[in-house]
């Protein structure tokens, strides 16, 4: 375009320029939004966003954070360290599940297989400990015939006797190693059974069955109104046990939520399927010296799974959580603003 044309058409108006003033975002403390070209200032040490000519978030100015934030906030980012590692283990295994076996029918045939060969170990050992037994028996009556006479039992038959009565009890000890690792093996094979009729399930109702879910979630959210984390801390197995029931208890029966994954340290519901929606994921981990059970809230990346996260339904979830697993909260004056009836430790 010549500069003569271009001259004419700034000219006629044709060729025009907009200029968009910023717009703002932010909420006051009575919990009303308002957009402003400007914040004003005694917003302007609150939290508050930029946004586009189209309405979308380009930035955002937070609040400076209290001592009391910033250890909370390191408290949470620990926990959902402890809280990755554990759900990492768990796809590993699943996807390592689902590799080796395509139906219930592979997995019995391979207990069936595992059973049956610790069984003849178990006959192999039986039959050495009667051969013993008749050995024994052969040297104690040469030793009583000795006896008898007046005689001295010789050494050979004294160590004979006590090579073979020790042998025997390292067999009798080698079977009984083997009969619980007959049981284990059930046991383990059993818990492989439930999750690969979990994961099927999972993936027939078109549900995601990776754990790890929460990585694709905003982890720099709070977890939950005033930023609460709902981490228990047991003072030992059989406590945690006991803590671990309730949790369960409590996402099962009380808290209405449908659980997907449900292992010896996740208790976890589906991946989160709206704005309005959360997950819930309930690890058991373990600390430099103690057992935690940690309850992690997480919504979807937006500003209105932000709020969600923020607000009363969430805080609902960690109270009844927090009532169940460590008895009632008070019930008089204003829900607590901060880290209620929680445990701060440090997670590895």
């Known amino acids: 375009m010549s500069s003569g044309l271009l001259a004419c058409l700034l000219t006629a108006g044709l060729l025009t320029t907009t200029v968009h003033a910023d717009t703002f975002r932010w909420v006051d403390e009575k919990g009303t939004v ?9 917003q302007a040490k609150t939290r508050h966003s930029k946004l586009s000519a189209r309405g979308f978030e380009v930035e955002t100015v937070e609040a400076p954070k209290t001592p009391e934030q910033v250890e909370r906030e390191q408290l949470l980012k620990q926990l959902r360290t402890q809280q990755e590692k554990v759900l990492n283990e768990q796809r590993d295994q699943d996807q390592a599940l689902m590799r080796t076996y395509r139906s219930t029918e592979e997995i019995l045939t391979a207990l069936k297989v595992k059973l049956d060969s610790l069984e003849s170990n178990i006959r192999m050992t039986q039959a050495s400990i009667d051969r013993d037994t008749q050995s024994l028996a052969t040297h104690e009556k040469r030793a009583g015939e000795s006896v008898s006479k007046g005689q001295p039992v010789s050494q ?48 027939d109702r078109n549900e995601n069955p990776n754990v790890d879910w929460t990585r694709s979630v905003a982890k720099a959210m709070g977890n939950g109104p005033g930023d609460i984390i709902s981490v228990v801390e047991c003072e030992g197995k059989s406590q945690c046990d006991h803590y671990w029931a309730l949790a369960g208890d409590y996402l099962r029966r009380k808290s209405g939520y449908h659980v997907a994954v449900e292992t010896e340290k996740i208790l976890q519901t589906p991946y989160p399927r709206n704005d309005t929606d959360f997950g819930i994921t ?27 996260c923020k607000g009363e339904r969430v805080r609902e979830v960690h109270e009844g959580f927090q009532r169940s697993v460590l008895g009632a909260l008070p019930d008089t004056g204003p829900p607590p603003q901060s880290q209620p009836r929680s445990t701060r430790t440090d997670p590895d």
Do not use: W
Not at 176 to 202: P, V, W, Y
Not at 282 to 308: A, W
């Open 34 to 42: 308002h957009y402003s070209d400007q914040v004003p200032p005694e």
């Open 156 to 203: 050979a038959t004294h160590d004979s006797i006590a090579a073979l009565r020790k042998r025997m009890t390292a067999y009798q000890n080698q079977i009984q190693r083997t009969e619980n690792e007959k049981l284990a093996t059930s046991d383990r094979f059993g818990r492989d059974m439930k999750r690969f009729l979990a994961i099927k399930a999972m993936q």
């Open 282 to 308: 309930i690890t058991r981990l373990t600390g430099k010296t103690n057992f935690l059970i940690f309850m992690d809230v997480i919504c979807r990346p937006t500003s209105v799974g932000e709020q969600l």
